[in-house]
Nanobody, 125 residues
Framework: QVQLVESGGGSVQAGGSLRLSCAAS????????MAWFRQGPEKEREGVVR????????YLTDSVKGRFTISRDDAKNTLYLQMNSLKPEDTAMYYC??????????????????WGQGIQVTVSS
């Protein structure tokens, strides 16, 4: 069974930075589409950014473009989300998700088979 474990969340003031990590087990991050999703208080879950197994990056929300960067380290089998210039509206639980290997990279969260437990990011003004 695939395991995804997020780390790196926390509380930061507006304008600050955080880097989230998603360590994968029983799954190779360079074989499948992986994505970051988030769910803010009283908000629906939304896609943030995804990376295909070939390395193609697609931002799923315009509000993070230019501020958030997705990357992965194949040797460490870990996906990252570098978040800069954080805003209070970025406050949310952030989730790492993975699609089964060598499948198309979906936008819809329901098509990702594996999820991390989530990690809280809180940005204060």
């Amino acid at each position: 069974q695939v395991q995804l474990v997020e780390s790196g969340g926390g509380s930061v003031q507006a304008g600050g930075s955080l880097r989230l990590s998603c360590a994968a087990s029983r799954y190779s991050v360079n074989t499948g589409c992986m994505a970051w999703f988030r769910q803010g208080p009283e908000k629906e879950r939304e896609g943030v950014v995804r990376m295909s197994y070939g390395g193609t990056i697609t931002y799923l929300t315009d509000s993070v473009k230019g501020r958030f960067t997705i990357s992965r380290d194949d040797a460490k089998n870990t996906l990252y989300l570098q978040m800069n210039s954080l805003k209070p509206e970025d406050t949310a639980m952030y989730y790492c998700a993975a699609r089964s290997p060598y499948n198309a990279c979906p936008r819809d969260a329901s098509r990702y088979e594996s999820w991390g437990q989530g990690i809280q990011v809180t940005v204060s003004s």
